[in-house]
């Protein structure tokens, strides 16, 4: 997997104000109804003293922020203006019964194409908290991406000290060249991707990059105050360690979902992940300025730039990073994250399990086209990637609608996608001589409400790595995990199914396996797949199709009129 430079520091001096208002808002129910208008454009931007035009929204970069509430209802115009096409995922939403609204192109919907518009319309429910929007087509959302912030219900508070004030602040890479020339230059010839230029706080890559010292990120704070920091991992390809120097963290959610609070130095959050922190200040401003950190844990066996350079702290404690690929710490830290558990905010997490699925995670190969040298392991191989041994192929027509209008169903998809590895081996020993993969687009089918265990096991396939797995439609608990096989008998007995935490992408260990379970409450075909943009663009990922219940609130409604075409 190609990853970024090494490191990105940002001086950290004091902040900055909260959230602007949406556009318009209009009485609904309980809740209101928040509408925003997304122009997608092209933007001349410069950074690293390198000016290109790049594919934002309204002319922003990151994008603008969507702020809403728990029940409220949210209805997003999307007008496309560029040649590329375009659609918009919002992540971590449930979408319960609103499938046509969760974005991804040519598994939800066809992508909204130029000159033409779509509406999002969709309503909060049960949720809270921080998450994000980007596109979900191609490497698009390499720029086209910002936070969604879901307030508590009026009258409601957190479950923690009410903070004086609340920062989003977003990881990105930046690439000097077109990310669409990127991806689509690796898929012809076969080999990773070139590698990005810089790191990014909000957009920013900061002074220890060339030409970078009035892009950086100042983020200003009062003595003695507690801050809400928003953390949102919208990278593409990294996974980012996060420290701010002379200070701990105190991690009160995951992913918009409660967890019980612990205090750490270091965090580590992954592509498609969000994690709220309280920073508590100093009682009394001290003459310093201070560092906040990033730089990726990396596994796999990609090239990537693991300097690390040092700064000056005028202060009594330096801030510090693991190492570039301390798996030992990363394990550690994603055990500390419990649910809340409390009568208010539950961890319901299901008790029996109707279905069990086992599903190998990894690296592969394809044949190199005839009469091409490619620049795979091999250069008779291309780099690919799977879930089973099956690479996911994206299909021309969107799934939800040929799964709705059955009739236009057949040569779209199949659903005989594998429970098991069909040849069981050593996932995490020496591997196996044939690293082929088997292209297809191929679903899981199973009943409405039906409790699922899935267990993803990460291989040795071209070296082990970490996975963000990313469920779209779901939350689910994360209820083990571990190193090395999956045990199915001494294993489940460990599983903690009393306060696991509620997420909607979990990393899958190198060299090892992750336990979740979840209940499929919410009709429709849902996408899963890897949050490594690489490895999705490769064919790591799958979909879920949940049939409808027999009542009328279990039914997936019908498109709406304007649903795009393909």
């Not at 918009?88 to 991804?104: E, F, K």
């Not at 004086?164 to 930046?174: A, H, M, Q, S, T």
């Not at 959610?253 to 709220?276: R, S």
């Not at 943009?533 to 009129?561: F, I, T």
């Amino acid at each position: 997997m190609g990853t970024s430079p090494a490191i990105v520091m940002i001086l950290f001096v004091a902040v900055g104000c909260f959230m602007a208002y949406p556009e318009a808002v209009t009485a609904k129910h309980t809740g209101i109804t928040r509408h925003y208008t997304f122009n997608i454009k092209l933007k001349n931007t410069t950074r690293l003293c390198h000016t290109k035009s790049i594919v934002t929204v309204n002319g922003k970069f990151p994008g603008p922020r969507v702020i809403t509430r728990e029940g409220d209802r949210l209805v997003v115009k999307v007008v496309n203006h560029v040649p590329n096409n375009i659609s918009i995922h919002w992540h971590g939403v449930r979408q319960l019964r609103s499938g046509w609204a969760d974005g991804p192109s040519y598994i939800m919907q066809c992508p909204v194409q130029t000159g033409h518009s779509y509406v999002y319309n969709f309503t909060i429910t049960g949720q809270r908290g921080t998450l994000f929007w980007h596109a979900h087509i191609s490497w698009l959302r390499a720029t086209v991406y910002g936070p969604l912030i879901i307030l508590p219900r009026r009258n409601e508070s957190y479950p923690f000290v009410k903070p004086y004030k609340e920062v989003p602040i977003l990881f990105r890479e930046w690439f000097n060249a077109d990310p669409e020339a990127v991806i689509n230059q690796s898929l012809q010839t076969g080999g990773g991707p070139n590698v990005s230029d810089a790191y990014t706080f909000n957009g920013l890559p900061g002074p220890l990059y060339n030409c970078s010292a009035k892009d950086t990120y100042k983020l200003k704070v009062k003595p003695g105050k507690t801050y809400l920091l928003r953390l949102i991992n919208a990278a593409l390809n990294d996974e980012l360690f996060f420290s701010i120097a002379g200070h701990s963290l105190t991690v009160v959610e995951a992913d918009a979902v409660y967890v019980k609070p612990f205090e750490t130095n270091v965090l580590m959050i992954t592509p498609g992940q969000t994690t709220n922190v309280l920073l508590k200040t100093k009682p009394k401003a001290p003459n310093a300025t201070f560092l906040m950190l990033a730089r990726p844990y990396a596994t796999g066996m990609g090239t990537f730039d693991n300097t690390t350079v040092a700064g000056i702290l005028e202060y009594e404690t330096p801030s510090s990073l693991p190492a570039i690929n301390a798996t030992n710490f990363v394990a550690n830290f994603t055990s500390k994250f419990r649910s809340l558990a409390t009568a208010k905010f539950p961890a319901n997490v299901p008790q029996k399990v109707d279905k069990k699925f086992f599903f190998t995670v990894g690296l592969g190969t394809k044949p190199c086209p005839k009469n091409q040298t490619c620049q795979g392991p091999t250069n008779t191989t291309k780099f690919a990637a799977a879930m089973n041994n099956i690479s996911f192929a994206l299909p021309r027509t969107a799934l939800l609608q040929s799964h709705f209008f059955s009739q236009y169903s057949k040569g779209v998809y199949t659903t005989d996608f594998p429970a098991f590895p069909l040849i069981p081996f050593n996932y995490t020993g020496t591997p196996p001589n044939n690293t082929l993969v088997n292209n297809g687009t191929k679903l899981v089918v199973i009943p409405f409400n039906t409790s699922v265990e899935l267990v993803l096991q990460d291989t040795s396939i071209l070296g082990a790595e970490s996975h963000p797995l990313h469920l779209h439609g779901y939350n689910f608990y994360v209820v083990g995990q571990g190193f090395g096989n999956f045990d199915p008998e001494n294993d489940p007995p460990k599983f903690n199914l009393v306060d696991p935490v509620e997420r909607n992408t979990v990393v899958v260990p190198s060299g090892g396996w992750v336990a979740i379970r979840f209940q499929a409450d919410n009709p429709g075909v849902w996408l899963m797949h890897c949050h490594f943009d690489v490895h999705q663009s490769w064919g790591l990922g799958m979909a879920w199709m949940v049939l409808d219940g027999e009542l009328p609130n279990q039914k997936l409604p019908p498109p709406p009129s304007d649903l795009p075409k393909c």
